[in-house]
């Protein structure tokens, strides 16, 4: 699977939205951006995915590059609860390829 | 979203003994279900696949006479800690793949199990 690239933290203040940046520049055509997030001693809660297109849904919306090399995991009214360690990961779809590789994503810190 | 449980939630043993954690998958059939390792302060680690009715493919370095997994049906799958030492002591996640999700493919995660080997 490609590699992504996230920083390792950022803080959001409560009510406003949180912006969350990957690369991924090695991308192929036929992988997907997956989001993941993981409250601390949970495991880890599906958030969203897309190929090539914008996706929203109720936890959030995902903003894809024109060129797939980057994306952005937007949470709207970012809350307490949202603070987390957020994965952005790419894989192939469907089949038995493509488990989920996790890197060490960014840990965002909602503060009130 | 699919709800995938986790028994026990914690466990705490001694060393030498053998411990089983449980995952099922509690809405949906999962074709496959995957186990990850997780160190303090560490990512995930992806530790084995295993798909109903086959045997388990272990990940480079996860020694599988140790970690014994059990895919017996589409809802449950076991991991068997072997002869545990402290340095095995982690946090144990399994996920599950939704048999019928078609397009959406999606793997869903239990809460985890804690293993504290003392």
């Known amino acids: 699977d490609a590699k992504t690239t996230q920083p390792p933290s950022m803080d959001c203040a409560e009510g406003r939205a949180a912006n969350l940046p990957c690369n991924h520049s090695t991308i192929s055509g036929n992988e997907y951006v997956y989001w993941y997030r993981q409250i601390h001693s949970q495991g880890p809660q599906y958030i969203i995915h897309g190929l090539k297109n914008n996706e929203t849904n109720e936890m959030a919306s995902l903003i894809i590059t024109e060129d797939r090399k980057s994306s952005t995991l937007i949470l709207p009214h970012a809350t307490l609860r949202d603070t987390a360690v957020y994965y952005c990961?790419?894989?192939?779809?469907?089949?038995?390829?493509?488990?989920?590789?996790f890197g060490k994503g960014t840990k965002l810190s909602v503060k009130p | 979203g699919a709800v995938v449980s986790q028994h026990p939630s914690r466990v705490i043993c001694k060393s030498g003994t053998s411990v089983k954690i449980e995952c099922r998958s509690l809405?949906?059939?999962?074709?496959?279900m995957f186990w990850y390792r997780q160190f303090p302060k560490q990512s995930l680690m992806l530790m084995a696949t295993s798909n109903e009715g086959s045997k388990a493919t272990y990940e480079q370095g996860v020694e599988k006479d140790k970690f014994l997994i059990n895919h017996a049906s589409l809802t449950l799958s076991t991991l068997t800690v072997t002869s545990a030492h402290p340095e095995d002591s982690s946090f144990y996640i399994c996920?599950?793949?939704?048999?019928?999700?078609?397009?959406?493919?999606?793997?869903?995660f239990g809460p985890g199990t804690r293993l504290t080997v003392l």
């Open positions: 990961i790419v894989r192939f779809y469907g089949g038995s390829q493509g488990n989920l590789i």
């Open positions: 996920s599950a793949r939704d048999r019928a999700s078609g397009a959406l493919d999606t793997q869903y």
């Open positions: 809405d949906f059939q999962a074709t496959t």
